[in-house]
Nanobody, 124 residues
Framework: QVQLVESGGGLVQAGGSLRLSCVASGRTFSRLNMGWFRQAPGKEREFVSGITWSGSSTYYADSVKGRFTISRDNAKDTVYLQMNSLKPEDTAVYYC?????????????????WGQGTQVTVSS
């Protein structure tokens, strides 16, 4: 069973940047397709970005396209989410997750292992 630990969240002003990290342990990370989701208070958890096991393909929600960049370092068992030009509406708890047999999708139920989340707060 793989364990995921996110870090890098915090409080930032609108227009600022943060880089989230998610470190995996317990399974061969390089074989895992990974996703980032977020959940704002009172809202459903939503897909933000995903990356295939090799890093050759990446996917983004329309709301973050052009501002966020997902990447991975398989030698460090880590997936990253670089977030630039942050907006107050990006405020949420951000989670990384391991994609299931369907690969990267926007559907939460396809992801079967989750981290504990890291809070991102963007002030206006």
């Amino acid at each position: 069973q793989v364990q995921l630990v996110e870090s890098g969240g915090g409080l930032v002003q609108a227009g600022g940047s943060l880089r989230l990290s998610c470190v995996a342990s317990g399974r061969t990370f390089s074989r895992l397709n990974m996703g980032w989701f977020r959940q704002a208070p009172g809202k459903e958890r939503e897909f933000v970005s995903g990356i295939t096991w090799s890093g050759s393909s990446t996917y983004y929600a329309d709301s973050v396209k052009g501002r966020f960049t997902i990447s991975r370092d398989n030698a460090k068992d880590t997936v990253y989410l670089q977030m630039n030009s942050l907006k107050p509406e990006d405020t949420a708890v951000y989670y990384c997750a391991v994609a299931g047999w369907m690969g990267i999708t926007r559907v939460r139920s396809n992801y079967d292992i989750w981290g504990q989340g890291t809070q991102v707060t963007v002030s206006s």
